[in-house]
């Protein structure tokens, strides 16, 4: 990214921050190590790419909602991360690091673990259903928002992803890839767009747009975290690379290649920005093409 834009990006992923910590802080409960597992998931790292899509989406189509979108935004971020702690699960892909640190049931157990994803999955529809009160959104806004978030998180989305991923159709082909890419990486990332649309009044043909070109750059960043397994760093990753080579992971490389794998995410990239010509020169453009150059 551009110095200004890392600049913005930065601002902007303190805002996020902020605002899950005044969000987590608020949850009722009466358990403390549970709010510190919920914390630490939530506060503890990553790259904030989903909140900020939303946020350029919602900017780019001239939103004036930046309140509600943060919080929009902000729901999405605790879905994803609510995925990373049970994905980290010894009964998924029993991983030991997260984010830099100790995956969350090795910090905390299983126990707790489960039931801090099952928190953040829950806060996430909570925060989206009283947006209405904080930021006088309409309730059909509201709606839609959840309505996104929920057909990604759900059946057609992370959880059918999560499933095929751990168990994958035959034939293991590139076909199959990119139907597990779609639903465990894509369809969260084009919600994350189209929550920014419709937090800006997109109507239901720019909504379309938006959440396809989101599902283009969804296959670029995962095809991208495949090619990451394998040439990343443990520091830079903040995770274990190699993993899914380690555990016989079906990811493109495997199939194709590491070049062409590169030549495809550069491909949908392309396709993103094909199809969101209001994106041209904007923050979100920037944020698009990141998503393949990144190293993390
Ligand atoms: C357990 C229901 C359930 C779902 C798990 C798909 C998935 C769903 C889990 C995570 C593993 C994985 C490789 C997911 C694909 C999406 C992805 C690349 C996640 C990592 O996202 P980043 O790089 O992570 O944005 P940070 O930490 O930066 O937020």
Redesign the pocket.
């Known amino acids: 990214m551009t110095s200004d834009l890392d600049g913005m990006a930065a601002r902007d992923r303190e805002a996020i921050e902020a605002r899950l910590t005044t969000l987590v802080d608020a949850l009722a409960g009466d358990h403390d190590g549970m709010r510190e597992a919920i914390r630490y998931s939530l506060l503890g790292?990553?790259?904030?790419?989903?909140p900020l899509l939303c946020l350029w989406t919602h900017d780019m189509l001239g939103g004036w909602r930046r309140d509600a979108a943060l919080d929009a935004a902000c729901a999405i971020e605790c879905v994803?991360?609510y995925?990373?702690v049970?994905?980290d699960l010894p009964c998924?892909?029993d991983d030991d690091f997260?984010?830099g640190q100790p995956s969350s049931h090795r910090r905390f157990g299983e126990a707790v673990a489960v039931l801090a994803g099952d928190a953040l999955l829950n806060l996430a529809y909570e925060i989206l259903a009283t947006m209405r009160e904080r930021h006088a959104v309409d309730a059909d806004v509201c709606l839609d928002a959840t309505a996104a978030l929920a057909r990604a998180a759900g059946t057609a989305g992370?959880?059918s992803?999560?499933a095929m991923?751990l168990s994958p159709p035959s034939p293991r082909d590139a076909g199959v890839v990119d139907a597990i890419h779609l639903r465990?990486?894509a369809r969260l990332i084009a919600a994350s767009m189209e929550a920014g649309a419709i937090l800006a009044g997109a109507d239901a043909a720019a909504r379309d747009r938006v959440r396809a070109a989101g599902v283009e750059a969804g296959r670029a960043?995962?095809i991208t975290?495949d090619i990451l397994d394998i040439e990343g760093a443990q520091e830079t990753l903040?995770k274990t690379p190699g993993k899914d080579v380690h555990d016989g992971k079906l990811t493109l490389p495997s199939v194709i290649g590491v070049d062409a794998s590169r030549a495809r995410a550069r491909s949908h990239v392309d396709a993103a920005l094909a199809g969101l010509p209001a994106a041209k020169g904007t923050p979100l453009e920037r944020l698009v093409l990141h998503v393949v150059e990144r190293i993390r």
């Open positions: 790292g990553g790259k904030r790419v989903r994803h991360t995925s990373l049970h994905d998924m892909d997260r984010r992370l959880i992803g999560q991923d465990k990486t960043f995962q975290d903040g």
